[in-house]
């Protein structure tokens, strides 16, 4: 099995609703998003999946957060934008990219610091 990384980051605000603690108020964070995809095989040239391909999309997913306030973007204007929400809104989003691949998506991981993070894969 291949496990295909790549990391990306994206810079923005956002608030806990509900929190009872300083991360209620507004703050930001340099986020690092890892996504990776799992194969089995490789193609006729050697490669598992081609990491361009991959920053590409989830570039796309990544870019509608950059430099906003999470909590006026859907779906965190509904439920906090807290990192394991958005671990699964990532996962969510990319994974439909890979329906005509040979690879799965096995896991997004969401860094809200260089020492806090959360891994994302579905049960």
């Known amino acids: 099995m291949y496990l295909i990384s790549i990391e990306r980051h994206f810079d923005a605000a956002h608030y806990l609703r509900d929190y009872q603690g300083k991360c209620e108020n507004l703050h930001g964070h340099r986020y690092v998003v890892i996504a990776k995809v799992k194969a089995s095989q490789l193609n006729e040239i050697g490669l598992a999946f081609d990491f361009t391909v991959l920053k590409k999309n989830?570039?796309?997913?990544?870019?509608?957060?950059?430099?906003?306030?999470?909590?006026?973007?859907?779906?965190?204007?509904?439920?906090?934008?807290?990192?394991?929400?958005?671990?699964?809104?990532?996962?969510?989003?990319?994974?439909?990219?890979?329906?005509?691949?040979?690879?799965?998506?096995?896991?997004?991981?969401?860094?809200?610091?260089?020492?806090?993070?959360?891994?994302?894969?579905?049960?």
Do not use: M, Q
């Not at 909590?71 to 929400?85: H, T």
């Open 58 to 123: 989830l570039d796309e997913i990544l870019n509608s957060f950059d430099h906003t306030c999470l909590n006026d973007v859907s779906p965190f204007d509904r439920i906090n934008p807290s990192a394991e929400n958005i671990s699964s809104t990532v996962y969510d989003r990319l994974k439909p990219k890979f329906a005509e691949e040979l690879v799965s998506l096995d896991c997004i991981e969401v860094y809200e610091s260089p020492d806090s993070w959360v891994t994302y894969r579905p049960g």
